[in-house]
């Protein structure tokens, strides 16, 4: 099993920024990738960001691209992700995520392990 455990949302004003981290344990060397999703009221939890635990790859969702950033600290087991330039749409529940499928996902059901989320609010 994985455990995550996401920190870093809260309140922010449209245009400010945010970071989220999320801190990997357990059997962490049995995934391939991790990724951060959200989920805002009466949503689907869309991808934002996946990065492969070697670097390799990275994905971004489009609606992100330029304004996120992820990266991961191997020697600490933690996923970060960057978020600038936030506008109200963004607001939402942020979650990690660690898949053990090869090559780099984007879809929810190919991630096995989530954390609880943690709230992101841009107020405008």
């Known amino acids: 099993q994985v455990q995550l455990e996401e920190s870093g949302g809260g309140l922010v004003q449209a245009g400010g920024s945010l970071r989220l981290s999320c801190a990997a344990s357990?059997?962490?060397?049995?995934?391939?990738?991790m990724a951060w999703f959200r989920q805002a009221p009466g949503k689907e939890r869309e991808i934002v960001a996946a990065?492969?635990?070697?670097?390799?790859?990275?994905y971004y969702a489009e609606f992100v691209k330029g304004r996120f950033t992820i990266s991961r600290d191997n020697a600490k087991n933690t996923v970060n992700l960057q978020m600038n330039s936030l506008k109200p749409e963004d607001t939402a529940v942020y979650y990690c995520?660690?898949?053990?499928?090869?090559?780099?996902?984007?879809?929810?059901?190919?991630?096995?392990?989530w954390g609880q989320g943690t709230q992101v609010t841009v107020s405008s």
């Open positions: 995520a660690a898949t053990t499928a090869i090559p780099l996902r984007v879809g929810v059901r190919e991630y096995d392990f």
């Open positions: 357990g059997r962490t060397r049995s995934t391939y990738a």
């Open positions: 990065k492969t635990w070697s670097g390799g790859t990275t």
